[in-house]
């Protein structure tokens, strides 16, 4: 093989190679957000599970987990920009599921049958949205 040939060959190579990187990296980027978004509603839902195992279910601990769940589902209409354009279900769908947290939040458990409830409903709208767009 004539070397400039393969000198050539190596170029390509590398050029390939650096916009396969390139293209994951930005795809990646774009799923970075939303899924920090849903990992931490996941987080703060574990914890409500948590303290309802180990009974612990006095209003002030209640308000403190359905005010992060507050605060992190209004993270989710600029992490899903896309899907909040296309369809107007999925934005019934984050609206329901914010009416839910509101609901709770202005009737924090002060026991845990109320708590239990209120994380069933909670996490009937998460599924609710994960049934049709996840
Ligand atoms: C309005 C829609 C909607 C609501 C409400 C919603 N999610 Fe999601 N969730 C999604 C979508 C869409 C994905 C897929 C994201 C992706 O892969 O880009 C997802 C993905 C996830 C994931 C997987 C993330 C990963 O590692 O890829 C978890 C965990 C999750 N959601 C938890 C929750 C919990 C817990 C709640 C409720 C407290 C919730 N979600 C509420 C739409 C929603």
């Known amino acids: 093989m004539n070397p400039s040939h393969l000198i050539l060959l190596i170029v390509g190579l590398f050029v390939g190679v650096l916009c396969t990187l390139l293209t994951l990296n930005i795809v990646g980027a774009g799923k970075r957000y939303p899924v920090a978004v849903m990992t931490v509603l996941d987080a703060n839902l574990d914890r409500l599970r948590e303290d309802l195992l180990a009974e612990r279910c006095d209003a002030s601990r ?73």
Do not use: K, W
């Not at 296309?86 to 458990?109: H, K």
């Open 62 to 134: 209640s308000m403190a987990r359905l005010t992060r769940l507050q605060a992190t589902s209004r993270e989710i209409e600029p992490a899903f920009a896309s899907l909040e354009a296309q369809s107007a279900s999925f934005r019934e769908l984050r609206l329901g599921f914010i009416r839910e947290l509101d609901a709770a939040g202005a009737n924090p458990a002060a026991d845990c049958v109320t708590l239990n409830t209120q994380a069933t409903a909670i996490s009937q709208s998460c599924e609710a949205c994960h049934v049709e767009y996840r």
